[in-house]
């Protein structure tokens, strides 16, 4: 499918050593770049997060302390990483609240001024929630999540 874009956006997931945007560090940045020609850049980035990488983020991510620990730091890969986000809309699965707050934080953490004006930003988290209509849990259902089939 071809994309109709003014500009670069970039659809990127990251995986971390906890939830607390604030707190927690990146392990792992995967993104695919589309460009308005129709061109593509993917990368998946590993870094090493200078701290334990909690049971319950590598019972979800598979990634503990030993897969990242020759890994770069975030902080040596932080300006070349903000030259390839620079002047690109953002997208990603529950982006908004998780992604984008934590890239941020890395990024002022790291010493760069990240300037996030004009950034459009596509959480398609919220797309799937108001096309995907949910049954309420009915007494017994085994599922707590129940979807309409059309």
Avoid: W
């Avoid at 670069?8 to 707190?23: H, K, Q």
């Avoid at 993104?31 to 993917?42: A, L, Q, R, S, V």
């Avoid at 030259?83 to 953002?90: A, I, K, N, P």
């Amino acid at each position: 499918m071809q994309l109709l874009l003014k500009r670069p956006i970039i659809f990127f997931d990251i995986e971390a050593t906890g939830l607390n945007v604030a707190s927690d560090r990146i392990v792992e940045l995967c993104y695919i770049k589309c460009f308005p020609n129709g061109t593509e850049e993917i990368k998946t980035l590993r870094f090493n997060p200078e701290r334990h990488i909690s049971e319950e983020a590598s019972a979800v991510n598979g990634i503990f302390d030993d897969d990242v620990k020759s890994c770069p730091l975030f902080k040596d890969m932080a300006e070349e990483l903000a030259t390839t986000f620079q002047s690109c809309d953002f997208a990603g699965f529950n982006s908004n609240h998780f992604d984008i707050p934590l890239l941020i934080e890395e990024f002022i953490r790291a010493g760069i001024n990240f300037d996030i004006t004009g950034i459009n930003f596509v959480d398609v988290q919220g797309i799937f929630h108001k096309m995907e209509k949910r049954m309420p849990q009915q007494k017994g259902s085994p599922s707590k999540h129940l979807f309409y089939i059309s």
